[in-house]
């Protein structure tokens, strides 16, 4: 006999991407705490974000410098994996499983995979071009907005092979953007928010072609229209 789930198994690339999270700041929480790394491991998060973050010199350095060293370059897709605080690596780690659960069910692993980066790499991007301030990128919230991205657009599609309202696929990045905005006025304006639009662009956008049906799929909805 076969046996049946109540509830889809998480796909195992989205496991995967989480572990990650999770196995990293679990290093680093446990450094902090003195479990491990004796005194040196106090600082591992502080060395972790030096290291492994994005920052607006980092895009100087590749655009201009023409810096295309490894440690420069790498910065685009582990910075998403570094947090600079439990609680933040918690809430990345937990979306990213609920997120990719969703993606994932629909998407190929490999696709989920270049969702994933892709949104990273576009989130790095456009903080490079539009901060000013050097100031560093870190966690895991624009490949996290580019899941956003794909969800929007599975909707999208959905609701049009309904009949529905299409502009109910945006309700969710309307309401994250209305709150990333009273969040702004209430303790002041962060420009991280634009690394997560970026990325939710960058979602939206490569869905159309890494989706199943891909691009083909996304023309008959537009002929239809």
Excluded: C
């Amino acid at each position: 006999m076969q046996n049946e789930y109540p509830v889809n198994p998480i796909p195992p690339v989205v496991i995967a991407l989480f572990a990650v999270i999770a196995v990293i700041e679990a290093a680093l929480s446990l450094a902090s705490a003195g479990m491990i790394g004796g005194p040196v491991g106090i600082g591992w998060r502080v060395a972790a974000i030096e290291d492994y973050a994005f920052s607006p010199a980092v895009w100087e350095q590749v655009t201009v410098a023409g810096n295309m060293s490894f440690d420069m370059l790498k910065r685009f897709v582990t910075y998403p994996f570094v947090h600079g605080s439990f609680t933040q690596a918690l809430f990345g780690a937990a979306l990213v499983l609920a997120l990719g659960k969703f993606v994932g069910e629909v998407f190929h692993p490999i696709a989920v995979l270049v969702l994933f980066f892709a949104s990273s790499i576009a989130g790095a991007a456009a903080f490079g071009i539009f901060v000013n301030q050097n100031i560093p990128l870190f966690g895991a919230y624009p490949p996290i907005y580019g899941f956003i991205g794909a969800y929007s657009y599975i909707l999208w599609l959905r609701l049009g092979q309904t009949g529905g309202n299409q502009l109910q696929a945006f309700r969710m990045i309307g309401f994250l953007m209305a709150l990333q905005l009273f969040y702004a006025l209430i303790f002041g304006n962060q420009p991280f928010w634009i690394a997560d639009v970026a990325g939710f662009v960058a979602g939206f956008a490569i869905s159309i072609v890494i989706s199943p049906g891909g691009w083909t799929k996304f023309m008959q909805r537009v002929r239809s229209r």
